[in-house]
Nanobody, 123 residues
């Protein structure tokens, strides 16, 4: 069973910031990241990160505003998504995700994902 522990999210005004965390306590996935989905819209890759090499990939709509990073501990890997200059269009359910291969990051096509956390940007 995939175990991805998500935290963060919430509501913020336009221009504000939020930070998401995703911890994998059992498996060191080669690729971790996030995708999002808003009601009535298609799934959109947000960011991907190769946990060992540090390669990163961002969706066009978040480049320059979002930053993905990771912390590797003895028994877990935690990925972080720092989201700045948030816009109402960023409102969506954000899913922490992982890829079985590092190549999953290049196309942000993940194999596993968590339950999701809601991010709402409104005034």
């Amino acid at each position: 069973q995939v175990q991805l522990e998500e935290s963060g999210g919430g509501s913020v005004q336009p221009g504000g910031s939020l930070k998401l965390s995703c911890r994998s306590p059992a498996v060191a996935y080669p690729c971790m990241g996030w995708f999002r989905q808003a009601p009535g819209k298609e799934r959109e890759g947000v960011a991907g990160l190769a946990t060992r090499g540090g390669y990163t990939k961002y969706g066009d709509s978040v480049k320059g505003r979002f930053t993905i990073s990771r912390n590797i501990a003895a028994n877990s890997v935690t990925a972080y998504l720092e989201m700045n200059s948030l816009k109402p269009d960023d409102t969506a359910m954000y899913y922490c995700a992982a890829g079985a291969s590092v190549y999953a990051c290049a196309g942000m096509r993940f194999d596993y994902w968590g339950q999701g956390t809601q991010v709402t940007v409104s005034s």
